[in-house]
């Protein structure tokens, strides 16, 4: 008989529904934000027995320094504002990361494309 794995679906899930919170509270509560308006929450990884969700976030904005502090600083309240819409006994923590993969993509589409065109 195979063990189930509830503990990892578990933590996608809630990951998952965090991440999809956040996005809707981003969308509701700081969309007049110039620097938040422009970000999406593009994915989400819960850690330590579910007690920690990093969140991964894109931002169109160019100044990704300002973002992730705007972010820092907005953290307690988006936490807060989690808290009311989660119908869960414990709410984890959040940390926001930058996830520049789209930009690395982009890097590496450039070289291609420098490349074809110098043959």
Do not use: C, W
Request: overall charge positive.
């Amino acid at each position: 008989m195979m063990k189930k794995q509830n503990n990892s679906n578990r933590a996608e899930r809630v990951a998952s529904k965090v991440q999809t919170l956040v996005a809707e509270i981003l969308r509701d509560n700081f969309s007049e934000d110039f620097l938040l308006a422009g970000v999406s929450i593009v994915g989400a990884v819960a850690h330590g027995g579910l007690q920690f969700v990093r969140l991964f976030y894109y931002s169109r904005n160019d100044d990704v320094k300002a973002v992730q502090k705007k972010l820092d600083d907005n953290t307690k309240t988006i936490r807060f504002e989690l808290a009311k819409r989660m119908n869960q006994k414990y709410v984890p923590e959040i940390k926001f990361e930058y996830d520049d993969t789209l930009d690395k993509a982009t890097r590496i589409d450039k070289i291609l494309h420098d490349l074809n065109a110098n043959k």
